[in-house]
């Protein structure tokens, strides 16, 4: 079965510091791998993506993420952070043509410090 | 609508009663998931559809669950007789394709407490 691990419950940066969100999967294919963004009332966005091809891929808002298949990682960074990027980040692996059955991570709550 | 919209937004339940939430999607997706959020956890998946035909219900945690979507558009998950432990959000998506690799959108949720 398929797993997502992400160690850091919470994490707290300075305002243009930059973040590494991490990210550990357990799937015995090629991943569908995503990042979420959660703001306080909001649903979750669609930060990126990643099905195959280049293994750094670039998403919204100037995040990227790296798949890593030796080390079973996608971590999620952003060279510096901006107040407004204060949310719930959220990992998901998903299987085959059945991706949109996904498997979430617990989250990794980002507290921006002024 | 401009993205997909859940009612009500919040729900408060007294042990036994049953509930309906409600999903309107993106006018025009095919793919349609519910999925069931506790507190300091991850989206869990309980069912999902394309159009009207619900194709994998094997989240839902019990037969108290039941969802449907009969017109392939507005979906509705019922629970019946609701316990404590449905005490949680509760997350619809939409997305345009039938395979599941196009964007998953989300609504806000429809957050659910039994008392």
């Known amino acids: 079965a398929q797993s997502v691990t992400q160690p850091d419950i919470h994490i707290t940066v300075s305002e243009g510091a930059s973040l590494e969100l991490r990210c550990n999967y357990s799937y015995g294919a090629t991943p569908y791998l995503f990042w979420y963004v959660q703001s306080p009332g909001q649903g979750l966005q669609l930060l990126l993506k990643y099905f195959s091809g280049d293994t750094l891929v670039q998403g919204i808002k100037g995040f990227e993420a790296e798949f890593k298949r030796s080390q079973s990682s996608f971590n999620l960074r952003k060279p510096s952070v901006h107040w407004s990027d204060a949310a719930e980040y959220f990992c998901?692996?998903?299987?085959?043509?059945?991706?949109?059955?996904?498997?979430f991570g617990d989250g990794t709550t980002l507290t921006v410090k002024p | 609508g401009a993205g997909v919209s859940q009612s009500p937004r919040y729900k408060v339940a007294k042990r036994g009663q049953d509930v309906a939430l409600r999903c309107d999607p993106i006018?025009?997706?095919?793919?349609l998931f519910w999925y069931q959020q506790a507190l300091g956890q991850g989206p869990e998946f309980l069912t999902y559809?394309?159009?009207?035909?619900?194709?994998?219900k094997s989240g839902l945690p019990s037969d108290r669950f039941f969802a449907e979507r009969p017109e392939g558009s507005v979906s509705t998950l019922k629970i019946q007789r609701t316990q404590q432990e449905d005490s949680a959000v509760y997350l619809c998506?939409?997305?345009?394709?039938?395979?599941?690799?196009?964007?998953?959108?989300f609504g806000p949720g429809t957050r659910l407490t039994v008392l």
């Open positions: 998506a939409s997305s345009l394709g039938g395979t599941g690799l196009n964007e998953q959108f």
């Open positions: 559809f394309q159009n009207e035909a619900q194709l994998d």
């Open positions: 006018s025009g997706h095919v793919s």
């Open positions: 998901a692996v998903g299987a085959g043509t059945n991706a949109g059955k996904s498997t």
